[in-house]
T-cell receptor, first 117, second 112 residues
């Protein structure tokens, strides 16, 4: 149980275009999801907290106009990288707390490798 | 500000050895600590979660301990196998927040 599905697993896009990444909770409802970014051989950096039905909370230094987050349902959160540039190339991972609550840990998606050319 | 450090950054050992990965955190006000495994280009797989009131958790060949007062956790892997090769990340959940703070990870290689 508590599976988070992320799609696509990899995407290549041209500079200046936008890319949407989906994160779905398959067998539970997730009122809160989290988006992380990971550079090669580095740890995960929290970008934003996605709350169902309300605006996302962004971490300091993350451009909210560039990384648009939508959490319109209890099972789906999307991250759209707008006007992507090569420096946005990275590994993006989403997560959600397990149905039993945050104190029982988090489950993560399989990640999306974004390459901007 | 909570900071999580993992030592060593990389570790290479022959198959069959027992090994210990270390994780330290600066603020003891944590809700819990979670160990993850990440294979190259993949997401995170949860291995063990230790609540702040617990001292250790075990799953198969893995044992994780937590000493909250000293800000330390260890992940013990018994009888290591090549399939254990991966990056191991520890993360703490800050009290009063939903945020996980991650360490930089330990890249483990088990040589056949």
């Amino acid at each position: 149980g508590a599976v988070v599905s992320q799609h696509p697993s990899w995407v290549i896009c041209k500079s200046g275009t936008s890319v949407k990444i989906e994160c779905r909770s398959l067998d539970f409802q997730a009122t809160t999801m989290f988006w992380y970014r990971q550079f090669p051989k580095q740890s995960l950096m929290l970008m934003a907290t996605s709350n169902e039905g309300s605006k996302a909370t962004y971490e300091q230094g993350v451009e909210k106009d560039k990384f648009l987050i939508n959490h319109a349902s209890l099972t789906l959160s999307t991250l759209t990288v707008t006007s992507a540039h090569p420096e946005d190339s990275s590994f993006y991972i989403c997560s959600a707390s397990t149905p039993r609550g945050v104190e029982y840990g988090y489950t993560f998606g399989s990640g999306t490798r974004l390459t901007v050319v | 500000k909570q900071e999580v450090t993992q030592i060593p950054a990389a570790l290479s050992v022959p198959e069959g050895e027992n090994l210990v990965l270390n994780c330290s955190f600066t603020d003891s006000a944590i809700y819990n600590l979670q160990w993850f495994r990440q294979d190259p280009g993949k997401g995170l797989t949860s291995l063990l979660l230790i609540q702040s009131s617990q001292r250790e958790q075990t799953s198969g060949r893995l044992n994780a301990s937590l000493d909250k007062s000293s800000g330390r956790s260890t992940l013990y892997i018994a009888a290591s196998q090549p399939g254990d090769s991966a990056t191991y990340l520890c993360a703490v959940l800050i009290q009063g927040a939903q945020k996980l703070v991650f360490g930089q990870g330990t890249r483990l290689t088990i040589n056949p």
